[in-house]
């Protein structure tokens, strides 16, 4: 099996593992989403030069894949697989920000060191909440989540297509890579001088499957509209869940937990 099938296959699992009954797949997707959206707005809010104080709220992913009964190991893999674009972000931080801004150790550490590591941080608690929020609810039933929050059709529905049109096109690279590994026995990177070839026969297939796709979605009813068997029906758990999330979010933002609990410890210790 070709390595890009592999990759499909664990892409393709966070909406699998939506199927399952759990306590957090009883919650609402409006709250679910809210609750998300309040803490990446949250986690992005802090200055650039803070990282202690971003700790806690790996107890929002941490709690979730809980109730949802998610692996942390796989969202950790899938977290590693992205971890390259936020590197990116923040590579030449420590380069163009060399102000020293705290002492570690008796050593200074310049501020693009920090901000490096704040970037790295967020991306990890936002990225993880995000997956987390997929695999407890299906990607489906956050885009109807997302509509019947208010979010214009098209924006949901072109978002729904763009999540399966992706599906359809890591399918048809599956396909063609092991096409080829199984004609000519190779198993290594692909040639430059044949990648461009293989890459608009590539783009051609998928448009064509989408398109077949597509007449197949008319010729059973489609009109644009995202329907779902799931009722949603806004609960007092949902908003008992909201609150508590939101609420959370405001207390971290507001104390500086991880402060304080090392003034506890040190004054333990004293």
């Known amino acids: 099996m070709s390595s890009i099938n592999t990759a499909l296959r664990d892409f393709d699992s966070l909406d699998a593992l939506a199927t399952r009954p759990t306590r957090l797949s009883a919650i609402d997707p409006r709250a679910k989403i809210l609750a998300t959206l309040g803490f990446i707005i949250t986690v992005v809010s802090f200055d650039r030069y803070v990282v202690a104080a971003l700790l806690p709220f790996a107890l929002f992913p941490v709690a979730m894949a809980g109730l949802g009964e998610i692996s942390l190991r796989m969202i950790a893999r899938k977290l590693l697989i992205a971890s390259p674009f936020a590197v990116m972000v923040g590579l030449f931080n420590p380069w163009l920000d060399q102000q020293p801004v705290l002492q570690l150790l008796g050593y200074p550490i310049a501020g693009g060191w920090v901000s490096f590591a704040s970037i790295l941080i967020r991306f990890c608690l936002t990225v993880a909440?995000?997956?987390?929020?997929?695999?407890?609810?299906?990607?489906?039933?956050?885009?109807?989540?997302?509509?019947?929050?208010?979010?214009?059709?098209?924006?949901?529905?072109?978002?729904?297509?763009?999540?399966?049109?992706?599906?359809?096109?890591?399918?048809?690279?599956?396909?063609?890579?092991?096409?080829?590994?199984?004609?000519?026995?190779?198993?290594?990177?692909?040639?430059?001088?044949?990648?461009?070839?293989?890459?608009?026969?590539?783009?051609?297939?998928?448009?064509?499957?989408?398109?077949?796709?597509?007449?197949?979605?008319?010729?059973?009813?489609?009109?644009?509209?995202?329907?779902?068997?799931?009722?949603?029906?806004?609960?007092?758990?949902?908003?008992?869940?909201?609150?508590?999330?939101?609420?959370?979010?405001?207390?971290?933002?507001?104390?500086?937990?991880?402060?304080?609990?090392?003034?506890?410890?040190?004054?333990?210790?004293?």
Do not use: K, N
């Open 129 to 270: 909440a995000a997956l987390i929020l997929v695999a407890s609810t299906g990607f489906h039933q956050v885009c109807v989540g997302l509509r019947r929050l208010g979010l214009p059709q098209v924006f949901t529905t072109q978002l729904l297509f763009l999540h399966r049109y992706a599906l359809v096109l890591a399918g048809e690279a599956g396909r063609m890579s092991l096409a080829r590994e199984l004609r000519s026995g190779a198993r290594g990177a692909l040639p430059l001088a044949v990648f461009g070839s293989l890459l608009g026969h590539l783009l051609l297939r998928a448009m064509e499957r989408a398109q077949r796709i597509y007449q197949a979605m008319v010729a059973r009813g489609f009109d644009g509209e995202l329907r779902s068997r799931q009722v949603l029906a806004w609960r007092g758990l949902d908003s008992l869940f909201l609150l508590v999330c939101w609420g959370g979010f405001l207390l971290a933002r507001q104390l500086d937990v991880t402060h304080l609990l090392g003034l506890l410890l040190l004054g333990h210790l004293s």
